[in-house]
């Protein structure tokens, strides 16, 4: 729906008789478009870790100091996958999968910890500062609104996503992910010990629409709702750390990106 803003004063005039005629009203000016106004751009960093990788905690450790200079702003998901995901015979960890192993390959990631922001490339831990700063400064031609409900009867999500319109017309993928945070296993540390009690926060569990997305495409100044379901079967899965990720992306990046709790409202 296009953001319009009618002339009432002339339309007031003529429902008076002030005015004999709206035929008076100049058809350019019936209506005035009113352009939507900027928001920023939130960030999103997709971090390919690993139980075996000695320095991912200190990529982990990055993300959160992020978190607390920019709040809600940077998204970050931690993607187990790749060797260090495994064990040294190839056997998968139970934070491992493979949908995370498919982004893995898909951006050939050759060391771990590696991050990917906003999908503009891989880079190291120790950079992701600057470029985090950088893609806060930009503002996002697309808005995201989040809602979640879960039915604790059924164990089934529904997922509700608004989108409207800032700035352009927009083509890309919509794409929705599963985090989850207070996952206590165990993480190689970067003074050779093993953690048994490490605390895995923001774990990347799955893609509830496909390991790319769905199509998505939106014009300026319009607003749209897409809805999705998920059936929670993973018993190991603790809803009340779960949230949803969902983003719009294309080949030029992540255009916006939002967050949710999982349990926003509860159906008993």
């Known amino acids: ?11 007031a005039l003529c429902a008076t008789g002030v005015l004999s005629s709206c035929d008076t009203v100049d058809e350019a000016d019936r209506f005035i478009y009113v352009k939507p106004d900027a928001v920023g751009r939130n960030v999103l960093i997709e971090d390919f870790t690993g139980q075996r990788c000695v320095n991912c905690p200190n990529a982990t450790l990055e993300i959160a100091k992020l978190h607390e200079l920019y709040g809600d702003t940077v998204i970050g998901v931690g993607i187990h996958s790749g060797p260090f995901a495994k064990t040294t015979r190839g056997k998968p960890y139970s934070l491992y999968t493979e949908t995370g192993d498919e982004y893995f390959n898909y951006w050939k990631v050759e060391s771990q910890p590696k991050g990917v922001i906003d ?7 120790t950079s992701w500062t600057t470029i985090v700063r950088d893609e806060l400064s930009k503002t996002a031609p697309v808005s995201l609104w989040l809602y979640s409900e879960y039915n604790k009867a059924t164990h089934k999500a529904t997922f509700t996503v608004t989108a409207t319109g800032i700035d352009g017309d927009t083509k890309g993928k919509l794409q929705l992910w599963l985090i989850e945070d207070g996952i206590v296993d165990f993480q190689y540390m970067p003074d050779g010990t093993t953690n048994r009690e490490y605390v895995h926060n923001h774990v990347f569990r799955t893609a509830v629409n496909g390991t790319w997305g769905t199509d998505f495409s939106i014009k300026e100044g319009e607003t749209r709702t897409e809805f999705f379901e998920y059936q929670l079967e993973n018993e190991e899965w603790v809803p009340e750390n779960l949230s949803l990720v969902a983003f719009v992306y294309n080949g030029n990046g992540v255009l916006q990106v939002s967050k949710c709790i999982f349990l926003s409202t509860i159906i008993d």
């Open 1 to 11: 729906m296009m953001n319009y803003k009618n002339l009432f004063y002339a339309a």
């Open 119 to 125: 999908r503009t490339g891989t880079s190291d831990y």
